[in-house]
Nanobody
Framework: QVQLVESGGGSVQAGDSLSLSCAAS????????MGWFRQAPGKEREFVGG????????YYSDSVKGRFTLSRDSAQNMVLLQMNSLKPEDTAVYYC???????????????????WGQGTQVTVSA
């Protein structure tokens, strides 16, 4: 069982930076691939980025590539999402998610992630 708690959301201006954290409870943190998803009002939940269990592989959606950076601190059982050059279209509730990395690859589908945090709001004003 893995429990996830996000923090770091807030309201910023376009062009600003924000860092989100996801704290994971439980053992064997490196056995889990981690992902960030976001959901804006009236829209489907979308993949933002993912990082493999030991941090070797990282993937980002095209909309955030080059602006967002994922990292994980296995000693602290945390995943960080550094968001730079924020845009109003980045406004959404951001969710941290995890799934057991029992097979190769890193999923971008929310259906594969079976542990979710409660979400944290990010609002970017023009």
């Amino acid at each position: 069982q893995v429990q996830l708690v996000e923090s770091g959301g807030g309201s910023v201006q376009a062009g600003d930076s924000l860092s989100l954290s996801c704290a994971a409870s439980g053992r064997s943190f490196t056995w889990y691939n981690m992902g960030w998803f976001r959901q804006a009002p009236g829209k489907e939940r979308e993949f933002v980025g993912g990082i493999s269990g030991i941090g070797k592989d990282r993937y980002y959606s095209d909309s955030v590539k080059g602006r967002f950076t994922l990292s994980r601190d296995s000693a602290q059982n945390m995943v960080l999402l550094q968001m730079n050059s924020l845009k109003p279209e980045d406004t959404a509730v951001y969710y941290c998610a995890a799934y057991y990395s029992g097979s190769p690859g890193l999923s971008r589908s929310s259906d594969d992630y079976n542990y979710w945090g409660q979400g944290t709001q990010v609002t970017v004003s023009a």
